[in-house]
């Protein structure tokens, strides 16, 4: 049967018609996501819409304003004159300021320090996992911590310097919620692409392969170096315990690679870049560096230093105390400051006994 030619004409303006209202449709659902993505939260358990949320909304105060994202160029120097590894490091005993410490009790750290000789390698949290910086950072798009006084932490840092200290910086490197939150292609995302990957605590962790990731640890390590201190251990260098992420490559071969480009770029032969790792197996690039493990029982001190691998083991390998434990002291150690006056006490009581 066929269809008469004024019907076939109806039919065929009717489809034109339907087309035209599908293709607006399409198009208004396309700048309807597009205006939606400044409201997406992303937590643990997913997405989600938030319409009280805004892309600009930042937890704590921002050191500067954003005027333009800031390059880091970074040259590769793989010559054999790209460090000066003659200088060699020593062992250390020394103390651990914490980001507690320096939000609850900053006046109880500074009489603390005042009992310590100088020399003393003392540590102390400079950026938390969160992305907030515990001084006057200059960097571009740095954040402050607003539950720390930063320039409380800025003199405290001061004191250090003029007593002579031995100075470590304690940076969160691969964990930065702030950073990975700005800059969603420098994360881990979730096995599903909906979004980062967050630990249990909540935390972004970023790709250590990615060049702005490498970028922004430079710039941090390059601010800190400027500002005198001898050392900066990048703790949290590693990838998180979970295969709930997405990552395409050899975990550890990234690792380390990151590393010896850090190190070529930060690092010189009066200054230590070290890392803060899980796997006492992680190969140290070539340099002044050192090895910090943390959450070590002291019972198994000598089975986590036997897997270690580096030239001078006790001056390269530190461990992060809990306790006061002897069992640390036949390697490079670093204890709660709350912990120094019980030890220096021990140690000039041990130092009255030699001399007798």
């Known amino acids: 049967m066929s269809i008469p030619y004024r019907t076939r004409r109806v039919l065929n303006r009717l489809g034109i018609v339907l087309m035209i209202f599908l293709l607006v449709g399409v198009i208004a659902w396309l700048c309807w996501v597009v205006w939606l993505e400044r409201y997406v939260v992303y937590t643990a358990d997913g997405a989600s819409l938030d319409f009280e949320h805004s892309a600009q909304d930042i937890v704590g105060e921002v050191a500067t304003p954003p005027v333009a994202q800031q390059n880091i160029s970074i040259y590769y120097n793989e010559g054999s004159d790209a460090l000066d590894t003659g200088n060699e490091l020593t062992q250390i005993n020394g103390y651990y300021i914490s980001s507690n410490m320096l939000q609850t009790d900053i006046n109880g750290v500074l009489g603390k320090l005042e009992r310590l000789p100088a020399g003393t390698p003392v540590m102390i949290d400079m950026k938390g996992p969160y992305g907030s910086f515990f001084y006057p950072s200059n960097l571009d798009g740095a954040v402050h911590s607003a539950s720390t006084d930063v320039d409380a932490v800025a003199a405290l840092v001061d004191t250090l310097m003029n007593k002579k200290f031995y100075t470590i910086a304690r940076v969160c490197s691969l964990r930065d919620w702030n950073f990975g939150n700005e800059h969603v292609t420098c994360g881990l995302y979730m096995l599903s692409r909906a979004g980062l990957w967050l630990d249990q605590e909540g935390y972004f962790w970023l790709d250590p392969t990615n060049a702005t990731t490498l970028s922004w640890i430079t710039s941090v390590v390059l601010e800190l170096k400027g500002m005198g201190f001898n050392e900066v251990m990048l703790a949290d260098f590693r990838f998180p315990d979970s295969d709930q992420y997405i990552f395409n490559g050899d975990k550890d071969a990234a690792l380390q690679e990151a590393a010896s480009k850090l190190m070529g770029t930060c690092g010189g032969d ?25 959450n070590v029982d002291a019972a198994n001190v000598e089975a986590k230093a036997a897997l270690v691998n580096v030239p001078d083991i006790k001056a390269q390998l530190v461990f992060m105390a809990a306790t006061n434990d002897t069992r640390f002291d036949s390697y490079s150690v670093i204890r709660s400051l709350n912990a120094a006056e019980i030890l220096e006490a021990q140690k000039a009581e041990a130092a009255s006994g030699s001399s007798h």
């Open 270 to 294: 009066d200054f230590t870049l070290s890392f803060g790792v899980a796997d006492p197996a992680f190969k140290l690039p070539d340099g002044r560096c050192r090895m910090y493990l943390e």
